[in-house]
């Protein structure tokens, strides 16, 4: 059996989104390699999501290439996406999983298994019959990242995955980033939490008004910014 | 005979299990279950696709089924006639003032209301849907199941609304199918038979069973709904 084509690395090469005459990302060079979480870090409108969005293919560059393994195909599946509002489907918890399931390569035979063991991971096995929509917010959270994980990603990303959710909830959330990280899947997502940023980021990607202002090693983006928009950022100061 | 007489010589009728009566009333449910369930294979995936496919004149074919779900009854009686009878296009078939006619006929004045309404539902739920069906690389005909699956008890609402709609018209099965007693008479047209024969308990005895029925599959589409808001939430 032929082996999965690699996702990785994720090339992006001076692209810019443009749409309705607005310039959504202007001229972003990026690389997403195997390794430590990459986090996207700025304001609001600075252009997290669409960047996500343009990395997972599910926006098209108006300028610029994007090359995925070293290949210019937007095919693969091997991409999963969390949405900072996740959909739930209207179906038990379960099932929402056994559908995500169904479009990986889990043999039929396997998938009750998988399904329990990617409930356990979320933290939600005591949950599987009932309806998804009647999840609490941060179950829900939980359980979109169990539906991606199903798919077996070799990247996932995230965005704003504990937007609005308690500290509970929200370490919940981080425990399985980490976890899921830990086993060698490349995450990727974005947050403007300082906080959350400091604890998960291996790499940290600032952005402002949908360009790119720093890429660096979390390290060295939080003990010394190189521009001077990242350093009031970090101070907390308002950064348009 | 005066009204009060009428009335309780109907109930008389029903329930006696008057056989001339509840073969009527057999033969109309048959057809009219058969119908909607013919119109649902069709309707059901022609509406859902209509929901996800954008094509040149989409816009267009919407509005003519959305005015389709107001078709006349004697309207489509008249075109099925025309089509199935011996010199038309389908005479070949003989299926003319048979039930097989009479399903086939109601089936087409159904069709567009289960496509309409389908179509509505869907929309509604792909907006809400769209990224995450996309984010996991849902197929087309993946995407198209999943949301009928997802909205099946509203549209099982539609369904039951289909019904209704033939369960209750009379021009387009006493057209094809030609009232004949014992093979092709349902509730509607014995009702406007006996109606005009001057036979009122068996034409109110009739009308008492298809409201009966009517409400009945009203109560069932709000059990629906709430059985879907309760296990799907």
């Given at each position: 059996?032929r082996?999965?084509s690699s996702?990785?690395?994720?090339?992006?090469?001076?692209?810019?989104v443009r749409t309705?005459g607005?310039t959504?990302?202007?001229?972003?060079s990026?690389?997403?390699a195997?390794g430590?979480?990459t986090v996207?870090?700025g304001p609001?409108?600075a252009?997290k999501?669409s960047?996500?969005r343009l990395a997972?293919?599910?926006?098209?560059?108006?300028?610029?290439?994007?090359?995925r393994?070293g290949?210019?195909?937007?095919?693969?599946?091997r991409r999963a996406?969390?949405?900072?509002?996740?959909?739930?489907?209207?179906r038990?918890?379960?099932?929402?999983v056994?559908f995500a399931?169904?479009?990986?390569a889990?043999?039929r035979?396997?998938r009750?298994?998988r399904?329990?063991a990617l409930?356990?991971?979320?933290?939600?096995a005591a949950?599987?019959?009932?309806?998804a929509?009647?999840?609490?917010?941060?179950?829900?959270?939980r359980l979109?990242?169990a539906?991606?994980?199903a798919r077996?990603?070799?990247?996932?990303?995230?965005d704003?995955p504990?937007?609005n959710?308690?500290?509970?909830?929200t370490?919940?959330?981080?425990?399985?980033?980490?976890?899921v990280a830990?086993a060698?899947?490349?995450i990727v997502f974005?947050?403007?939490?300082l906080g959350?940023a400091r604890?998960?980021a291996g790499?940290?990607?600032?952005?402002?008004?949908?360009?790119?202002r720093?890429?660096?090693?979390?390290?060295?983006f939080?003990?010394?910014?190189?521009?001077?928009e990242a350093q009031?950022?970090?101070?907390g100061?308002?950064v348009? | 005979m005066?009204?009060?007489?009428?009335g309780v010589?109907?109930?008389?009728l029903?329930l006696?299990?008057?056989?001339?009566?509840?073969?009527?009333?057999?033969l109309?449910?048959t057809v009219?279950?058969?119908?909607?369930l013919l119109?649902?294979?069709?309707?059901?995936?022609?509406?859902?696709?209509l929901?996800?496919v954008?094509?040149?004149?989409r816009g267009?074919?919407?509005?003519v089924?959305?005015?389709?779900?107001g078709?006349p009854?004697?309207?489509?009686g008249?075109?099925?006639?025309?089509?199935?009878?011996?010199?038309?296009?389908l005479?070949f078939?003989?299926?003319?003032?048979t039930?097989q006619?009479?399903?086939l006929?109601q089936?087409v004045?159904v069709m567009p209301?289960?496509?309409?309404?389908?179509?509505?539902?869907?929309e509604d739920l792909?907006v809400?849907?769209?990224?995450?069906?996309?984010?996991m690389?849902v197929g087309p005909?993946?995407?198209v199941?999943?949301?009928l699956?997802?909205?099946r008890f509203?549209?099982?609402?539609?369904?039951?609304?289909?019904?209704?709609?033939?369960?209750?018209e009379?021009?387009t099965?006493?057209?094809?199918?030609?009232?004949i007693?014992?093979?092709?008479r349902?509730m509607t047209?014995?009702?406007?038979?006996?109606t005009?024969k001057?036979d009122?308990?068996?034409?109110?005895g009739l009308g008492i069973?298809l409201?009966?029925l009517?409400?009945?599959?009203?109560?069932?589409a709000?059990?629906v709904?709430?059985f879907?808001?309760?296990?799907?939430?």
């Open positions: 059996m082996a999965p996702e990785l690395p994720i090339t992006i090469e001076d692209v810019s309705a607005v959504i990302l202007e001229s972003v990026l690389v997403l195997p430590a979480p996207l870090i609001n409108g252009g999501s960047l996500l997972m293919g599910l926006l098209s560059p108006t300028a610029g290439l994007i090359m393994g290949h210019r195909t937007s095919g693969g599946d996406f969390v949405f900072q509002r996740p959909v739930m489907l209207r038990s918890v379960a099932a929402n056994a399931l169904r479009r990986g889990t043999a035979r396997d009750a298994d399904i329990a409930l356990d991971q979320a933290g939600l949950l599987g019959a009932r309806p929509q009647r999840l609490s917010g941060g179950e829900q959270r979109a990242l539906r991606a994980l077996d990603p070799e990247i996932l990303f995230l704003e504990t937007a959710l308690d500290p509970a909830a370490k919940a959330v981080e425990d399985i980033i980490v976890q830990a060698g899947v490349k974005a947050t403007h939490d959350e604890r998960i790499e940290v990607v600032f952005m402002v008004r949908g360009r790119v720093e890429s660096a090693s979390a390290r060295s939080f003990n010394g910014p190189a521009t001077q009031a950022f970090l101070n100061d308002l348009i | 005066n009204a009060t007489q009428d010589s109907a109930f008389d029903i006696g299990c008057d056989p001339a009566l509840y073969s009527v009333i057999g109309s449910l009219s279950v058969s119908a909607t119109a649902a294979a069709s309707g059901l995936p022609l509406g859902a696709l929901a996800l954008r094509f040149p004149g267009m074919t919407v509005i089924l959305n005015a389709f779900m078709l009854p004697v309207v489509v008249l075109a099925m006639y025309l089509l199935l009878s011996r010199s038309g296009p005479g078939l003989g299926l003319l003032f039930p006619a009479m399903i006929a089936a004045l209301i289960i496509a309409a309404l389908t179509r509505q539902t869907v792909w809400e849907y769209r990224d995450e069906m996309t984010a690389q005909v993946g995407r199941a999943a949301l699956w997802d909205a509203s549209l099982m609402t539609t369904l039951l609304a289909g019904f209704g709609r033939a369960a209750a009379v021009g099965v006493m057209i094809v199918g030609g009232n007693d014992g093979f092709t349902t047209t014995a009702i406007a038979l006996e005009s001057g009122l308990p068996l034409a109110i069973v409201i009966a009517i409400v009945a599959v009203n109560a069932a709000a059990v709904r709430r879907g808001e309760l296990h799907t939430g």
